[in-house]
């Protein structure tokens, strides 16, 4: 019932929930205690089911936009109290009436409460009813509320979203994000995750506006005045942060039927079309994990909704939502990256349905519960598409492996110990270590039993909450029913073995060292890069961890590239002694079959050796897994003092034969680092002639052609040879690059080039033009940028920044902080970091400017863009000398300059350290007969590099799936 005057008040009649009852079975009892000072709501009442209506005022002209609205929320006394606690923030409550009514037809005779009054406590974010007649133990109650309030406008709760239309107005759409604890602030509930209930939702909308909610809708019904009521099935028993609805000018797209439910899209009409692709992917990820978590879907519907400026996506039980930015795809200017991460994240939230959904984390530390499994989820089901799997996985895993080699990284289980503490829970190493240690979890147990121990573990606590403690017990069970034990034979523990790795930070380095009689020394030490940190954060593990050991070599089966664990070096160990090696040292070993564990493996030279001979013999034969870890361990453990420069570059020596895009990520992504150290000295060019000398040959097999048939890493590896042999002047590329681009210029807006190769077309364009292919470029940015397809938007960014007219660098940067979009500012400022002269114009604006930067340009992470290139005494003292000048105004910036000045000392040292030494190898490793472009006696470099620009895609696109 909606009334302009807003009472609460409890009553009788039951309609659409009659005989409704709780389970039985509410949140379990751990922890400190719940109360004011935590924001935790006790356990004394616990929730089994609301009715929820809503009715949005969205069809004003222009905000704020009011809201109004009833719930029924029927709930279990589990003790005798005089206090009804609950949620609620930011409502209007009117107490005009309170009653409080028994549920019919119990046994015994309850009495009946007399209310005295209620209260708000805005600090606490808890609503106080009182009664003088207390509440019985284990009676169920029904309690009513009216509120009413104004909807959001910073993309939480209950908030409005806003586009132009076709006709160029501004248009409106209602929707929700719940997660963590928005709900109590669009009504009054119980608004923790161990609460699970079910709900009815009534929307009460105006036509030609829609709604759509968590369920299908059971009937439509004239309110009269121009308003219909549309009321909603029940949804499943579920946290409040689940429930969902939205309202607005949406088109639906019918994406098929799958085991026997509907998968639909939802978004504006004028995105509509944008929607083909996740209407082709939506249906064959979910089948594909109906299939590998063995528990169909069960819900009558699955749809997906996209809203023009949400954050992120959100797993909302039979809605789940998507920013525009994060679910469109244009045929004409998305690219390959665009594409996968369209798909990643559906598979991420999707993933849900089953973990955080069905299941669902009793409370916030343990979220790595939902996002670690659903992380574990990005790349695999994209397997029904044909792409890669544990490949693509890989990738994300050595991107964390650098923050987690410092002494400022988290745990994967953090502590929460308020309700305002619960949004760090999903920050740093929750997502990408949370999903390695699912992955580790698979190594230990095999496939199978990993699989069953989790299907059994996801039945044992469906429509429930869990915790880490739950799960390991489910695969310890799993582990015995299936004969999984360690390598001893004694019973496997998953407790014993997992907590170190999830409850501190950091990861160890595993050092190998062969004898002639078929043993190995296998030792363990914290790994630390820069070197010489101090942990300020004691551990209870003491850093150190039991590590499983994987092995297969020249002589073993190929069975054993999938084999559980041959040996732990335990918590308590420093060292083991493991057999099973070749006695001919120079035959092949590695450790960490495709790299399933999460640690770093350094070899002696001669076992090093013996894997680089491989590689440059056939490297097919060793996993292609493995092969991209043994490249990022290589250049990890050489920079961290370990081994010289050129431990990493041998591992680099075979890349010209290598026919996968993994072990050319790792790879170029740590020659990109050296590379803007060393390219200001005078033999810095041989390291670009090196690396031609491997990518030349690849390109030329690959050629710039892509077919529609080829997986997102295949498209990769030809995209990254184009950029990176014409950004370090090969002729036959930039031959070619010049002539798409005079494809460009008659009509730019023609979109004639594939978006993989547009980078690297625009920066040869631009840089070898005239001022009026600079403002091309930068003209197609601005005609774009309300564009939802990010790698459109960049791409013409950076185009604008190859040029190497400084007067219209200057220009640029003027343009940042005017003209240019501020969600795009970040990335324009890194394309100017990126080139010598607008890293120092870039420098001194920061200097300048330092507090009073243009919105969406983060001061710190373009300081440090800048400053990774710096690698002389002189640049060190002047950071110093900028921190002095703008000391930090937080903890994290105070961590970010402690970080970034460990890094350019770390760059100095290395300078000197391995520089004499680089120099000599590389003279040694020249190519011969290569086509280079020279220009005044030297080797034409384009300004600005393509694989910068696109490891910076992917970099975004990464921290996009630890957002959702």
């Known amino acids: 019932m909606l009334t302009s005057a807003f009472a609460v008040f409890l009553t009788i009649l039951v309609t659409s929930v009659t ?507 914290h790994f630390l890069r820069p070197p010489g940190q101090i942990m300020e954060t004691s551990s209870p593990y003491n850093y150190a961890w039991h590590v499983p050991i994987t092995l297969a070599t020249a002589d073993s089966p190929a069975s054993a590239w999938d084999a559980t664990p041959s040996a732990y070096i335990d918590i308590s160990q420093s060292q083991i002694t493991l057999s099973g090696f070749p006695t001919d040292l120079n035959r092949w070993a590695v450790i960490n079959t495709k790299a399933g564990f999460y640690y770093r493996v350094s070899y002696d030279s001669v076992s090093f050796d013996s894997i680089v001979a491989q590689l440059l013999a056939d490297n097919t034969v060793i996993h292609v897994d493995s092969r991209s870890q043994f490249i990022d361990d290589a250049f990890s453990v050489a920079r961290a003092g370990y081994f010289s420069e050129t431990y990493g570059m041998e591992s680099t020596r075979y890349l010209a034969s290598e026919a996968k895009w993994g072990p050319w990520f790792a790879a170029l992504r740590h020659l990109k680092y050296s590379d803007r150290l060393i390219r200001k000295l005078s033999w810095g060019g041989l390291q670009r002639t090196y690396i031609l000398g491997l990518t030349v040959p690849v390109y030329q097999q690959l050629g710039w052609g892509y077919s529609s048939t080829e997986t997102p890493f295949q498209q990769f590896l030809r995209r990254d040879m184009i950029s990176v042999s014409c950004s370090y002047g090969h002729a036959a590329c930039l031959t070619e690059a010049r002539a798409q681009y005079a494809l460009v210029t008659p009509n730019p807006s023609a979109n004639v080039v594939d978006p993989n190769n547009l980078p690297t077309v625009l920066c040869v364009g631009v840089n070898e033009g005239t001022a009026a292919d600079w403002q091309l470029s930068f003209d197609q940015y601005l005609a774009r940028k309300s564009s939802q397809i990010r790698e459109e938007r960049y791409a013409y960014l950076f185009g604008s920044s190859c040029t190497s007219d400084t007067s219209l660098l200057d220009r640029l940067l003027v343009e940042l902080g005017t003209n240019v979009a501020s969600r795009d500012r970040n990335r324009l400022a890194q394309y100017l970091s990126q080139t010598a002269y607008g890293a120092q114009i870039l420098y001194n604006y920061l200097d300048t400017n330092w507090n009073s930067l243009p919105g969406g340009l983060n001061r710190m992470t373009q300081l440090r863009n800048i400053a990774l290139g710096f690698s002389t005494q002189a640049e060190l003292d002047e950071l110093y000398a900028f921190k002095a000048r703008h000391p930090p105004a937080s903890q994290s910036e105070t961590t970010s300059y402690t970080n970034l000045i460990l890094d350019v000392q770390a760059n100095v040292q290395w300078v000197v350290r391995e520089g004499p030494t680089l120099e000599q190898w590389l003279l040694a490793h020249q190519p011969a007969g290569l086509t280079v472009e020279m220009r005044n006696g030297r080797a034409v470099n384009l300004p600005n590099s393509a694989m910068e620009h696109w490891a910076g895609v992917h970099e975004s696109y990464r921290s996009d799936l630890y957002r959702v």
Request: aromatic residues 14%; proline residues 6%; hydrophobic residues 35%.
């Open 19 to 525: 005989g409704l009852r709780p389970s039985g079975r509410g949140p379990s009892l751990s922890g400190s205690p719940r109360d004011e000072s935590n924001g935790r709501l006790s356990q004394d009442l616990i929730p089994y089911h609301y009715n929820v209506e809503i009715r949005p005022n969205i069809y004003n002209a222009a905000p704020p936009f009011p809201f109004y609205g009833h719930v029924t929320i029927y709930f279990t006394a589990s003790v005798r109290t005089s206090v009804i606690t609950l949620n609620s923030k930011d409502l209007t409550i009117d107490g005009l009436t309170i009653r409080l009514t028994p549920v019919p037809g119990q046994p015994g005779n309850p009495s009946v409460p007399v209310i005295s009054g209620w209260s708000l406590n805005a600090v606490a974010e808890f609503l106080y009813v009182n009664v003088t007649t207390q509440l019985d133990k284990d009676v169920n109650y029904i309690f009513d509320v009216d509120f009413s309030g104004t909807m959001r406008s910073d993309g939480y709760g209950f908030y409005y979203d806003y586009y132009t239309g076709a006709d160029g107005n501004t248009k409106y759409v209602a929707t929700t994000q719940f997660e963590e604890h928005g709900g109590r602030m669009t009504f009054p509930s119980f608004d923790e995750p161990d609460f699970k209930a079910t709900f009815n939702m009534t929307i009460v909308r105006r036509p030609p506006f829609v709604s759509v909610a968590n369920t299908p809708i059971r009937q439509t019904v004239d309110r009269g005045n121009g308003w219909l009521a549309d009321y909603y099935e029940i949804t499943p028993k579920m946290s409040l942060y689940l429930f969902a609805f939205a309202v607005g000018d949406l088109q639906k797209l019918d994406a098929g039927t799958i085991n026997g439910y509907q998968v639909g899209i939802w978004a504006r009409p004028e995105i509509i079309p944008q929607m083909s692709f996740v209407q082709y992917t939506a249906p064959q990820i979910q089948a594909w994990l109906d299939f590998e978590t063995g528990i169909t879907y069960r819900e009558p519907k699955s749809d997906h909704a996209a809203f023009p400026n949400k954050g992120g996506a959100m797993e909302h039980w039979g809605m789940i939502s998507y920013g525009e930015q994060y679910f469109a795809v244009n045929p004409e200017t998305s690219a390959a990256v665009g594409k996968q991460n369209v798909a990643l994240i559906q598979a991420h939230e999707m993933g849900h349905l089953w973990y955080g959904d069905l299941v669902t984390c009793q409370w916030w530390n343990d979220i790595w519960l939902n996002e670690g499994f659903a992380t574990y989820y990005d790349y695999r089901p994209t397997q029904a598409l044909g792409w890669e799997g544990s490949e693509a996985s890989l990738v994300d895993t050595q991107y964390f492996l650098e923050d987690d080699q410092r002494n400022s990284s988290d745990p994967v289980r953090k502590d929460i110990p308020t309700v305002w503490d619960s949004g760090y829970s999903f920050e740093g190493s929750t997502y990408p270590k949370g999903g390695a240690m699912v992955r580790f979890l698979e190594g230990i147990l095999t496939t199978a039993t990993f699989k069953r121990g989790m299907t059994n573990h996801l039945l044992t606590h469906q429509y429930d909450t869990s915790t880490t403690d739950n799960l390991w017990q489910s695969l310890t069970n799993q582990a015995a029913t299936d004969g999984i034990t360690n390598p001893d034979g004694s019973a496997l523990d998953v407790k014993v073995k997992m907590d170190p790795w999830l409850n501190q930070m950091g990861f160890p380095l595993i050092s190998v060292t062969r004898r002639t009689d078929g043993t190995a020394v296998i030792s363990r030490s």
